[in-house]
């Protein structure tokens, strides 16, 4: 989940007709969470997670494996709060075990070189579905911004097994070879 720019995963579970459930946050800090309430009909998720003191409330509604909601946080009472208003922060996510059952398509905001912000996207050749396509488009640097925009180009993936990634890049001045890792949301190489 994205709650509020934090990375968080929530792992959810009926145990013998109760949901247990708990919550990671991108350092693998786990902490659990209660008052799960979930309605399979109208796709509607809420849930409670407490950290010394600290409530915050959890509201969604899942569609197709995708969660949209708010989330509330408070520091006075661990009760539920009834006012839709007092959920004011955003929350997105999805259920893993739904949709990342491939290895493609996939995703990454990288940084190239400490300097150039790119989205890179990888996916399966339309033409061989044993092998992978890509794109990479550099949308900014860190030094100017939009103005360090780019033209998006077509990769050629010379390996993708859903960790390791090795790709090139040819543009009509270079040819740029990268290699990296994939963990979780995060890529690196070089």
């Excluded at 190239?112 to 488009?137: T, W």
């Excluded at 949308?139 to 050629?156: H, I, N, R, W």
């Excluded at 890049?169 to 979780?184: C, F, K, L, N």
Aim: glycine residues 10%; negative net charge.
């Amino acid at each position: 989940m994205n709650a509020g720019g934090l990375r968080l995963t929530a792992i959810i579970e009926n145990v013998s007709g109760t949901y247990r459930g708990r919550l990671l946050n991108e350092s693998g800090v786990e902490a659990p969470l209660d008052q799960i309430q979930w309605d399979p009909f109208t796709g509607s998720l809420e849930f409670r997670y407490n950290e010394e003191g600290l409530w915050q409330w959890y509201r969604g509604t899942v569609v197709k494996g995708v969660l949209v909601g708010p989330l509330t946080t408070s520091s006075e009472s661990p009760d539920c709060p009834l006012q839709p208003t007092s959920y004011t922060v955003q929350v997105t996510g999805w259920n893993s075990n739904k949709l990342d059952r491939d290895i493609v398509p996939r995703v990454y905001e990288v940084l190239l070189n400490n300097e150039s912000r790119g989205r890179l996207r990888i996916d399966r050749s339309s033409s061989e579905s044993q092998r992978f396509a890509g794109r990479l488009k550099v949308y900014s640097t860190v030094s100017a911004d939009a103005k360090g925009e780019e033209a998006e180009y077509d990769l050629e993936v010379q390996q993708w097994d859903g960790t390791h990634l090795k790709f090139i890049r040819h543009m009509p001045s270079s040819t740029q070879v990268y290699v990296g890792a994939a963990e979780g949301r995060m890529i690196s190489g070089s």
